[in-house]
């Protein structure tokens, strides 16, 4: 339905998000370019896709190394003769803390932390858009982060990432939309998986209350009274990467549970 028949590049496919990711799209009808740093977990996930009957090639990839990059763009054309979508969902954990208390390591951490969100996917848009290009056609989903406009102290990695990948979307939506192209982001805040649930759980015995109580108090400011989950997270992904999105360009959508409004 939104994806059917499209070659979808995610880059960024390990656990969690990505999988699921990948998952919805094989469901969908969508051949797939899983990349990711880790060929084992891409290879699972790629087992899972092609149960679900979809043709599916994977590339252990680190997304800021640029001839890493390229031979990714090249073996996925070289595979399918076209790549129809690219998700761009990598992001690798950072250091964490407050600036003033890094050390050497923890400041080339936040370093690669940036690679990856904003160098990694000029490069993946680097070498994948002229494929695109060449058809006249395509689209681009920079998954990125409420966080990239609601910064948390101790988390400034993360949101220098995000708002990279943020803000080089909607240039590449100026540059490459004459050309065909469309360039649009999801900005999830919180998803419920299990590293949310792990954090609510740390939070709830660190304050002495159940979880449940824990989790009401993280989403009293959410106007669902709940986190959004990875398929829902998903949903607005395969959106935008359809047809249905056909005159939507430079546009961000929020999947936060109304956490963050505008």
């Known amino acids: 339905m939104f994806v059917d028949g499209k070659v979808v590049m995610i880059v960024g496919a390990g656990r969690g998000l990505g999988a699921t990711l990948a998952r919805r799209c094989a469901e969908d009808g969508a051949d797939l370019v899983l990349a990711a740093r880790t060929a084992s977990t891409l290879e699972q996930i790629a087992a899972d896709c092609r149960a679900a009957g979809a043709r599916g090639l994977t590339v252990a990839t680190d997304v800021s190394d640029r001839d890493q990059v390229r031979a990714l763009a090249d073996a996925a054309h070289a595979e399918f003769g076209r790549i129809d979508v690219l998700v761009n969902s990598a992001f690798p954990p950072g250091p964490g803390g407050p600036v003033v208390d890094m050390d050497d390591d923890a400041l080339d951490a936040w370093r690669r932390s940036l690679d990856a969100g904003g160098y990694g996917t ?14 006249g056609r395509g689209a681009i989903v920079n998954v990125t982060s409420m966080t990239s406009r609601m910064a948390h102290g101790g988390r400034s990695d993360y949101a220098a990432g995000k708002a990279a990948m ?8 100026d540059e490459l939309g004459p050309l065909g192209i469309r360039v649009n982001a999801v900005a999830p805040g919180a998803i419920l998986g299990e ?13 002495g209350v159940s979880y449940e109580e824990q989790l009401a108090a993280q989403t009293d400011e959410m106007a669902l009274r709940r986190i959004a989950t ?20 430079g546009a961000t959508i929020d999947v936060n549970a109304g956490q963050l409004f505008g």
């Open 122 to 135: 000029l490069l993946t848009c680097r070498y994948v858009a002229p494929h695109m290009v060449d058809a």
């Open 166 to 173: 943020h803000r080089l979307g909607w240039a590449l939506a």
């Open 195 to 207: 590293g949310v649930r792990v954090w609510i759980e740390g939070n709830a015995a660190k304050h």
């Open 230 to 249: 990875e398929d829902e997270v998903a949903n607005a992904v395969l959106f935008l990467a359809s047809d249905f999105a056909s005159g939507i360009t």
